[in-house]
């Protein structure tokens, strides 16, 4: 059976510089600038009440921060989608720290108060799916639904393996996502861990996926193709930086598209400050795309690493497939570069080697 | 579509290090449920839990769960027989929840009590994702790698990943399962949700009154049918098909009807073109509390029909391993396949009249097994159902 075409209907982005669907992201493209707080080592946290209006009031009583900004943004690309749960709908969200914060407060209760202190309703938020699970129910996706948890890449790798979950008639629709927030012993231990001048953001960003007989049987808009997708591990040690350079993700990305590498107009890499990791993303891309490479765009140093910009990153290379611009990756960070209106590939490479490719293309 | 089939078997489990002591205990109605000793249990209701008795050897400086992990993945790989050639494109999924959660746990409670300690390795190995990372580097695997985080169902789930890599064509050959140890943070929540048994826990009984804790680690390899044929592979048997399900209902309760447990195991059967008649033996995600098993048994009723199959409960022996259940499970349902013999359910003297089930009791049974499935659920209605057919 051929795989289905898997088109894009609906963008829920919730971060510190956007907030909204495909159009608030493309006025953002259009005229970027950094999200408050961005810099080179540091943490840029979402405002308070950067998602107010987009929770129901129960679930703004009784959830962690975490899960609300999961179903903001969730909420937002239905919104724009205009799919119909009850038809069938899949949910895959990508997250590297998940609900971390809730874990440090509920081991905070048993180490201030013995067992007493610790709260059963806290607990469900220790297993990193509780994203996912609050995300299903406020949605009403019930079909398959998947954390997939992984540093760096986890939001583009949500979108890739829901993107084959269409292709493959696994599911007739899927919201695609990625989520974090930043846990203040993480931020504490930044340095420590060796994030260096590491630029880290908080936000969720969410995609629905579908085939094109979905989206045009209710005359739904079609926003870009997820035309390949590939996932693949290099080799290193775990948090380490490897030296392998040739991607067989973006050779697999690519072959499922049916495009060669000089067919690629644009690229969103996933450099964020980190320069070793940075700098063997840099030796892959060229590797796999030839000394006429197009172009890299990363938008970390605007909006901060966190596993939505993964999934952002995706809407804004089918943006940038139908505009012909591309934010620059170097400073000053809000110069649009000119580029040819063609499919964009979207790549992210992790410490410890996971390695994401996807193909985008316009509509 | 392609078929995909078990060529490699490895556990870590309460009984032991190796699928053949994961076996006898299984086989024997072994109860491995004892007093904990790897994490302080002092002021909790429940103390007891199924831990591995050997810790596997390895460097130090891994986790408890990657020490586990390793040594699951070790074993699978050497069963199926398949070399370093083969790996560079193996697929990895990896189910995971509590990741090195137990090393991190001892690093911030000593923090908390004003000591230092380094918080970098506890903190880098405290995902999910790092038993991934050091699997791949440890035996080299370069294929498709992921993490999936799904509570108590993660390890089932891994292996419907693994094998949808196969059938989508992406790849011949997989590596897949689920690992947990046992950690203060899931004890102590589980303790906070009244959901443990003081006593060993007894699935289907009457008179159950929870879970009891477990750890392990319970990895398969999967292949491509042609290929495994043509390299002259050992068959277990074949995974015939998966579903996954969410209910979107409760963050902790399951949908009460067992409405996405039975579409689950409905889509497994349809992906697998086989009638629910033809299922014999339906290893149960059977956790012991009073909520999970009347609903587990309402949904097994809705799909096969009161009393048309034996069900046991692995959890009742080697008690809950957490994101290691459902491949351990797996583990089991393939193993009973093979050797014609249902594993018990242990603790379970008295049935509980709204089971409709003979939930093997006990004792094990002999009885030759075609086709079987095993459940597996988890926190936010994550269902999964994997069917076998014996290889």
Same mark, same amino acid.
């Given at each position: 059976?051929?795989?289905?075409?898997?088109?894009?209907?609906?963008?829920?982005?919730?971060?510190?510089?956007?907030?909204?669907?495909?159009?608030?992201?493309?006025?953002?493209?259009?005229?970027?600038?950094?999200?408050?707080?961005?810099?080179?080592?540091?943490?840029?946290?979402?405002?308070?009440?950067?998602?107010?209006?987009?929770?129901?009031?129960?679930?703004?009583?009784?959830?962690?921060?975490?899960?609300? $900004?999961?179903?903001?943004?969730?909420?937002?690309?239905?919104?724009?989608?205009?799919?119909?749960?009850?038809?069938?709908?899949?949910?895959?969200?990508?997250?590297?720290?998940?609900?971390?914060?809730?874990?440090?407060?509920?081991?905070?209760?048993?180490?201030?108060?013995?067992?007493?202190?610790?709260?059963?309703?806290?607990?469900?938020?220790?297993?990193?799916?509780?994203?996912?699970?609050?995300?299903?129910?406020?949605?009403?996706?019930?079909?398959?639904?998947?954390?997939?948890?992984?540093?760096?890449?986890?939001?583009?790798?949500?979108?890739?393996?829901?993107?084959?979950?269409?292709?493959?008639?696994?599911?007739?629709?899927?919201?695609?996502?990625?989520?974090?927030?930043?846990?203040?012993?993480?931020?504490?231990? $930044?340095?420590?861990?060796?994030?260096?001048?590491?630029?880290?953001?908080?936000?969720?960003?969410?995609?629905?996926?579908?085939?094109?007989?979905?989206?045009?049987?209710?005359?739904?808009?079609?926003?870009?193709?997820?035309?390949?997708?590939?996932?693949?591990?290099?080799?290193?040690?775990?948090?380490?930086?490897?030296?392998?350079?040739?991607?067989?993700?973006?050779?697999?990305? $690519?072959?499922?598209?049916?495009?060669?590498?000089?067919?690629?107009?644009?690229?969103?890499?996933?450099?964020?400050?980190?320069?070793?990791?940075?700098?063997?993303?840099?030796?892959?891309?060229?590797?796999?795309?030839?000394?006429?490479?197009?172009?890299?765009?990363?938008?970390?140093? $605007?909006?901060?690493?966190?596993?939505?910009?993964?999934?952002?990153?995706?809407?804004?290379?089918?943006?940038?497939?139908?505009?012909?611009?591309?934010?620059?990756?170097?400073?000053?960070?809000?110069?649009?570069?000119?580029?040819?209106?063609?499919?964009?590939?979207?790549?992210?490479?992790?410490?410890?080697?996971?390695?994401?490719?996807?193909?985008?293309?316009?509509? | 579509?392609?078929?995909?089939?078990?060529?490699?078997?490895?556990?870590?489990?309460?009984?032991?290090?190796?699928?053949?002591?994961?076996?006898?205990?299984?086989?024997?109605?072994?109860?491995?449920?004892?007093?904990?000793?790897?994490?302080?249990?002092?002021?909790?209701?429940?103390?007891?839990?199924?831990?591995?008795?050997?810790?596997?050897?390895?460097?130090?400086?891994?986790?408890?769960?990657?020490?586990?992990?390793?040594?699951?993945?070790?074993?699978?790989?050497?069963?199926?027989?398949?070399?370093?050639?083969?790996?560079?494109?193996?697929?990895?999924?990896?189910?995971?929840?509590?990741?090195?959660?137990?090393?991190?746990?001892?690093?911030?409670?000593?923090?908390?009590?004003?000591?230092?300690?380094?918080?970098?390795?506890?903190?880098?190995?405290?995902?999910?994702?790092?038993?991934?990372?050091?699997?791949?580097?440890?035996?080299?695997?370069?294929?498709?790698?992921?993490?999936?985080?799904?509570?108590?169902?993660?390890?089932?789930?891994?292996?419907?990943?693994?094998?949808?890599?196969?059938?989508?064509?992406?790849?011949?050959?997989?590596?897949?399962?689920?690992?947990?140890?046992?950690?203060?943070?899931?004890?102590?929540?589980?303790?906070?949700?009244?959901?443990?048994?003081?006593?060993?826990?007894?699935?289907?009984?009457?008179?159950?009154?929870?879970?009891?804790?477990?750890?392990?680690?319970?990895?398969?390899?999967?292949?491509?049918?042609?290929?495994?044929?043509?390299?002259?592979?050992?068959?277990?048997?074949?995974?015939?098909?998966?579903?996954?399900?969410?209910?979107?209902?409760?963050?902790?309760?399951?949908?009460?009807?067992?409405?996405?447990?039975?579409?689950?195991?409905?889509?497994?059967?349809?992906?697998?073109?086989?009638?629910?008649?033809?299922?014999?033996?339906?290893?149960?995600?059977?956790?012991?509390?009073?909520?999970?098993?009347?609903?587990?048994?309402?949904?097994?009723?809705?799909?096969?029909?009161?009393?048309?199959?034996?069900?046991?409960?692995?959890?009742?022996?080697?008690?809950?391993?957490?994101?290691?259940?459902?491949?351990?499970?797996?583990?089991?349902?393939?193993?009973?396949?093979?050797?014609?013999?249902?594993?018990?359910?242990?603790?379970?003297?008295?049935?509980?009249?709204?089971?409709?089930?003979?939930?093997?009791?006990?004792?094990?049974?002999?009885?030759?097994?075609?086709?079987?499935?095993?459940?597996?659920?988890?926190?936010?209605?994550?269902?999964?159902?994997?069917?076998?057919?014996?290889?």
């Amino acid at each position: 059976m051929a795989a289905a075409r898997v088109v894009i209907t609906g963008v829920g982005i919730v971060n510190g510089a956007v907030v909204g669907d495909s159009a608030a992201l493309g006025a953002f493209l259009a005229a970027p600038r950094p999200a408050p707080g961005m810099a080179p080592g540091a943490v840029g946290r979402l405002a308070a009440g950067a998602f107010a209006g987009l929770v129901d009031a129960q679930d703004a009583r009784r959830l962690s921060r975490v899960c609300q $900004l999961s179903i903001a943004a969730a909420k937002l690309a239905m919104r724009e989608s205009g799919v119909d749960a009850a038809r069938g709908l899949g949910l895959v969200l990508g997250t590297e720290f998940g609900d971390l914060s809730s874990t440090h407060v509920f081991a905070d209760g048993f180490l201030e108060r013995g067992a007493a202190g610790l709260s059963p309703l806290l607990f469900p938020n220790t297993v990193m799916n509780t994203m996912a699970a609050t995300t299903a129910i406020a949605t009403g996706a019930r079909e398959l639904a998947l954390t997939l948890n992984a540093p760096t890449v986890a939001g583009e790798l949500a979108v890739a393996r829901a993107a084959a979950a269409v292709a493959a008639g696994e599911v007739p629709a899927v919201l695609a996502g990625g989520v974090e927030e930043i846990d203040p012993v993480v931020e504490r231990e $930044l340095p420590a861990l060796g994030f260096g001048r590491e630029t880290l953001g908080e936000g969720a960003a969410f995609l629905v996926l579908e085939t094109p007989a979905s989206a045009a049987a209710r005359g739904a808009t079609i926003l870009g193709e997820v035309s390949g997708a590939s996932w693949r591990a290099l080799p290193t040690r775990p948090w380490g930086v490897g030296r392998q350079r040739v991607s067989r993700a973006i050779e697999a990305a $690519l072959g499922a598209a049916g495009l060669e590498a000089g067919d690629v107009g644009a690229v969103y890499g996933s450099a964020s400050g980190d320069r070793a990791r940075d700098t063997w993303e840099a030796h892959v891309l060229a590797s796999a795309l030839g000394p006429d490479a197009p172009p890299v765009a990363s938008l970390a140093r $605007l909006l901060g690493r966190h596993a939505g910009l993964g999934v952002l990153r995706v809407a804004a290379a089918a943006w940038t497939a139908r505009s012909g611009l591309l934010p620059a990756a170097d400073e000053p960070a809000t110069r649009l570069t000119r580029v040819p209106a063609r499919p964009g590939l979207v790549h992210g490479l992790a410490r410890g080697g996971a390695h994401v490719a996807l193909v985008v293309s316009a509509a | 579509m392609k078929r995909v089939v078990v060529t490699g078997l490895g556990a870590a489990t309460p009984f032991g290090l190796g699928v053949k002591a994961y076996w006898s205990g299984l086989a024997n109605g072994v109860c491995a449920i004892r007093p904990l000793t790897v994490i302080e249990t002092d002021t909790f209701r429940s103390r007891i839990g199924g831990e591995v008795p050997e810790t596997p050897g390895g460097s130090s400086r891994r986790t408890r769960a990657d020490r586990l992990a390793i040594a699951a993945v070790d074993e699978a790989l050497s069963d199926a027989a398949l070399g370093t050639r083969d790996r560079a494109d193996t697929a990895l999924v990896v189910g995971a929840v509590g990741g090195g959660m137990l090393e991190a746990e001892s690093w911030y409670w000593a923090a908390a009590r004003g000591q230092r300690g380094r918080a970098v390795p506890a903190l880098r190995s405290v995902l999910p994702c790092a038993h991934a990372e050091a699997l791949s580097a440890r035996f080299r695997l370069g294929g498709p790698r992921h993490s999936v985080v799904t509570a108590c169902s993660s390890g089932a789930v891994a292996v419907a990943e693994a094998a949808s890599l196969i059938r989508a064509g992406v790849v011949d050959t997989a590596v897949a399962g689920g690992v947990d140890a046992i950690t203060r943070i899931c004890f102590m929540g589980f303790n906070a949700l009244k959901l443990l048994d003081p006593t060993p826990c007894r699935p289907f009984d009457r008179n159950r009154r929870g879970m009891s804790m477990g750890e392990g680690a319970g990895f398969v390899v999967l292949e491509d049918a042609t290929r495994a044929r043509e390299r002259g592979a050992r068959v277990h048997a074949e995974l015939a098909g998966h579903g996954m399900t969410t209910d979107a209902y409760h963050v902790t309760a399951p949908e009460p009807e067992g409405d996405g447990m039975a579409r689950a195991m409905r889509a497994a059967l349809a992906q697998g073109g086989t009638p629910a008649s033809a299922v014999q033996y339906a290893n149960a995600h059977g956790t012991g509390t009073p909520q999970n098993d009347r609903v587990e048994a309402r949904a097994l009723a809705r799909v096969f029909g009161e009393g048309a199959l034996l069900v046991s409960s692995t959890k009742s022996m080697i008690g809950h391993t957490m994101a290691a259940a459902g491949s351990l499970e797996a583990i089991a349902t393939i193993l009973a396949l093979g050797h014609g013999v249902v594993p018990p359910t242990a603790n379970l003297d008295t049935p509980d009249p709204d089971v409709a089930f003979d939930c093997v009791a006990r004792v094990p049974r002999e009885t030759p097994i075609d086709c079987a499935i095993s459940n597996s659920f988890g926190f936010g209605g994550q269902n999964v159902t994997l069917l076998f057919r014996r290889g």
